[in-house]
T-cell receptor
Framework: SAVISQKPSRDICQRGTSLTIQCQVD?????MFWYRQQPGQSLTLIAT?????????ESGFVIDKFPISRPNLTFSTLTVSNMSPEDSSIYLC????????????FGPGTRLTVT | AQSVTQLGSHVSVSEGALVLLRCNYS??????LFWYVQYPNQGLQLLLK??????LVKGINGFEAEFKKSETSFHLTKPSAHMSDAAEYFC??????????????FGQGTELSVKP
């Protein structure tokens, strides 16, 4: 397993601003993922963040809106840019500890409210 | 492409009663299947998973699930519900066509309520 922390745990932001969410893992992992969970909804994958390469974005998500950094094997950031109220969601990072297991461990999430 | 359907967005049971949360999947290849639980204001916790081998999988907190290929189902059960089981439950399938590996496709979730 893995212990994953996220900062901030929650935030209230003004529309038009940006917020960077940090994800820290207690062990080195290859695969890291960022998900969005809109109110009352399931999880949707935003992108996969692999160290040493560009993030891979899912359909409907673009780098200009959700830039991702992955500087090393224990850390990643997701920025939500030029926010609007529609971006109000919980953002979760997850990791795959055992490569190929497809078993993911999730952080506690960042609850974002955009006013 | 894989997909997951959870039947029933809300399930309510009495304490001590059987819990049954339904999950059906579609997949062109043998899938990896997962159940996660999300308690209020928390992230997701892995309950159990099926990859290969024994089709009845036991997880944490007394939960188990059975992979039935002929029915494309992976229903979650617990013989006796506890108040502490009240949470949101998500079924997920691994997208084995995803060339970067590890992509999970989640169902819509089932909120479990437990009545005293």
């Amino acid at each position: 397993s893995a212990v994953i922390s996220q900062k901030p745990s929650r935030d209230i932001c003004q529309r038009g601003t940006s917020l960077t969410i940090q994800c820290q893992v207690d062990s080195q992992v290859t695969m890291m993922f960022w998900y969005r969970q809109q109110p009352g909804q399931s999880l949707t994958l935003i992108a996969t963040a692999n160290q040493g390469s560009e993030a891979t974005y899912e359909s409907g998500f673009v780098i200009d809106k959700f830039p991702i950094s992955r500087p090393n094997l224990t850390f990643s950031t997701l920025t939500v840019s030029n926010m609007s109220p529609e971006d109000s969601s919980i953002y979760l990072c997850s990791v795959e500890v055992d490569r190929g297991s497809n078993e993911q461990y999730f952080g506690p999430g960042t609850r974002l409210t955009v006013t | 492409a894989q997909s997951v359907t959870q039947l029933g967005s809300h399930v309510s049971v009495s304490e001590g009663a059987l819990v049954l949360l339904r999950c059906n999947y579609s997949s062109s290849v043998p899938p990896y299947l997962f159940w996660y639980v999300q308690y209020p204001n928390q992230g997701l916790q892995l309950l159990l998973k099926y990859t290969t081998g024994a089709t009845l999988v036991k997880g944490i907190n007394g939960f188990e699930a059975e992979f039935k290929k002929s029915e494309t189902s992976f229903h979650l059960t617990k013989p006796s519900a506890h108040m502490s089981d009240a949470a949101e439950y998500f079924c997920a399938v691994s997208d084995l066509d995803y060339n970067q590996g590890g992509k999970l496709i989640f169902g819509q979730g089932t909120e479990l309520s437990v009545k005293p």
